[in-house]
């Protein structure tokens, strides 16, 4: 196992140094877009296969239930291609397609429990070595002209994921970019490699933290130096969401006007019990407001509004009657 020592301090900094090398590339927004909707096409299939399955607590609504999960688990999956197809636009990078997973050795956590990722981004450490723990990153870009690795994982929203989850998922990365520049020259025909950075991509762009290795999608135009990489992305995300909310409309409907049409012909069964339907009662009057009979004149002057015509001393001596008491029956009180 061999060690080098560490050349520089961090990704913006690789970025900053790269811009003698060569200028940023363009996105061709039109030439990407069908390969973008045969994207779209291909995952929404997904979404529509996945199967509903039994749930008590959603029942009648299983197969709503089931794409809405399974859209937000293929949509990680939908951007990681899309980054890749984004990245062709720059001629200076090459997608590499790991046979393997990256190893994650305990040398390599002990390097970085001693030291800082600035000073730890140069080590080199033997892939050869046995070890139980593995990586295998969501996008492995080398940029020739830079000399640089650029490790990615691809997250639909970082914020869903613990603190401590992500400091391992960092760690993990950190490790196994210590090993990538010795499988690179063992395993792949890929340009030469003195340095290897880690990214994880935060696809809500709702969280940024740099100094722990979490960028938003915004970040990707100077990662990957192509102008118009993330708004490429966006793209791609409303295209995606067009196609999946059709798929939960149709599927609302499904479940939806069956039930409504159920419930129209319960409200009209209890109208039916209650006579408003039937005929006969209808022209006899009864069951409506014109069957009911009216207050007869008597009953009229047992209302509240009689007391009006009390003379004075029987009101007053109604007034001195003393207020009832209102109250829960007890015990005690019979």
């Known amino acids: 196992m061999t060690l080098s020592a560490p050349l520089i301090s961090g990704p913006r900094q690789a970025v900053a140094d790269s811009h003698a090398v060569a200028p940023f590339a363009t996105v061709d927004l039109e030439q990407l877009l069908p390969a973008f909707e045969q994207l779209v096409v291909e995952t929404v299939a997904q979404v529509e296969a996945c199967p509903a399955k039994s749930d008590p607590t959603f029942l009648g609504y299983e197969s709503l239930l089931a794409a809405i999960r399974s859209a937000t688990t293929l949509e990680g999956t939908l951007l990681e291609k899309g980054i890749a197809l984004v990245a062709v636009a720059n001629p200076d990078l090459v997608l590499v397609q790991l046979e393997r997973p990256l190893p ?6 002990a390097v970085f429990r001693r ?15 046995a070890t139980r723990e593995f990586y295998k990153p969501d996008l492995l870009i080398v940029a020739g002209g830079r000399q640089l690795a650029l490790i990615i994982d691809v997250k639909r ?49 709702e969280c940024r933290d740099e100094a722990r290795g979490v960028f938003a999608l915004a970040d990707l135009d100077w ?35 069956p039930r409504s049409e159920q419930r129209g012909e319960v409200v009209r069964g209890v109208g039916r019990v209650r006579g408003n339907d039937d005929p006969e009662l209808a022209t006899s009057g009864q069951g ?22 009390m003379p ?22 019979h």
Request: aromatic share 2%.
């Open 104 to 109: 994650v050795h305990e040398t390599a956590k």
């Open 115 to 129: 030291n800082d990722w600035a000073r730890a981004s140069g080590l080199r450490l033997d892939s050869e070595v």
């Open 157 to 205: 929203s970082v914020s869903s994921y613990k603190p401590r989850a992500l400091a391992e998922l960092r760690s993990r990365m950190m490790a196994s970019a210590l090993v990538v520049r010795d499988v690179l020259e063992r395993d792949h025909d890929a340009p030469p490699v003195a340095r290897a950075d880690i990214a994880i991509i935060d696809g809500a762009s």
């Open 223 to 257: 990662l990957l130096q192509i102008n118009g990489a993330a708004s490429a992305i966006e793209r791609l995300r409303d295209l995606y969401g067009d196609k999946v909310r059709a798929v939960l409309d149709a599927r609302c409907r499904a479940i939806i006007v």
């Open 288 to 309: 409506t407001e014109e069957a009911r009979p009216k207050a007869d004149e008597d009953d009229a002057g047992e209302s509240d509004g009689s007391t009006l015509q």
């Open 312 to 333: 004075g001393s029987q009101l007053a001596a109604r007034n001195r009657r003393p207020r009832i008491t209102v109250g829960i029956a007890s015990r005690g009180a």
